[in-house]
């Protein structure tokens, strides 16, 4: 049997996950009576990491609100900054995103990332367990129950997805402080603790040092220091202050 009708208008910015016909403002949508309004939600294509704000007749509900008929719904997107308490922010990133992953190391930011595939189940799993905040463009991902967190990332274009991820959690930035290839913490190193890893050409040229920790990857300013340069400088002037104590080495 069905249950109550109410009419239910999704934010522009949420667009991308709802069929064209609920594109237009108000649509009607017929419950069964027993549903929540975040179970409608999703069921209409939104994944509540992605939904803000419930309004029901001007006033804002939890998701676990029960549709009443004829109550007009709103979902707005998520606020930004978006605040995520709980933990320190860091983040997840599944298979496909892994050059943003290293753009966030390179900024500095916790950014652990899986480059093969190991399944959604293992990824929701792994987001509950350290506390990170999921990134992936897999829909479905970010509607299973057991994520801590997670966020859709909207753009195919890496610079755009570095952009929406700043701007969207607003993650402290200390550039040039950690592993893009592992994530780990970068430290200070002198020439000779470092040299038997270096090139003849490279020991020669250059005196600044940095290494990983975990591992023992050496960085140093090289040829493609310049290009690295201007996606921090641009980072740093949009979204926030560079620790001024991150070893810049890379």
């Not at 950690?178 to 005196?207: F, I, M």
């Amino acid at each position: 049997m069905n249950g109550p009708e109410i009419q239910i208008d999704f934010a522009p910015e949420l667009h991308v996950f709802v069929a064209a016909k609920r594109r237009q403002g108000r649509s009607a949508v017929v419950t069964d009576g027993a549903s929540t309004l975040g179970h409608v939600v999703e069921s209409l294509g939104v994944p509540l990491t992605e939904a803000g704000r419930l309004l029901a007749d001007g006033r804002e509900v939890p998701v676990s609100h029960l549709p009443v008929a004829g109550e007009t719904v709103e979902v707005r997107p998520v606020d930004r900054p978006q605040a995520v308490p709980g933990a320190p922010l860091r983040f997840l990133l599944d298979v496909h995103l892994g050059t943003l992953a290293r753009r966030l190391r390179l900024l500095g930011v916790d950014a652990a990332y899986e480059s093969e595939d190991i399944g959604d189940p293992a990824l929701a799993a792994l987001s509950a367990r350290e506390q990170r905040v999921m990134l992936s463009r897999d829909r479905g991902l970010l509607h299973r129950r057991e994520l801590w967190a997670g966020a859709y990332v909207y753009s195919h274009r890496t610079d755009e997805q570095l952009r929406d991820v700043l701007g969207r959690f607003a993650p402290a930035l200390a550039p040039w402080t950690r592993c893009t290839a592992c994530n780990a913490p970068l430290r200070e190193a002198d020439k000779e603790s470092v040299g038997d890893r270096l090139e003849p050409g490279t020991r020669s040229t250059y005196e600044i040092f940095a290494e990983c920790g975990s591992c023992e990857r050496v960085y140093w300013r090289g040829a493609h220091h310049a290009s690295l340069e201007a996606i921090v400088d641009e980072a740093v002037r949009e979204f926030g202050r560079a620790d001024p104590q991150s070893h810049n080495t890379a």
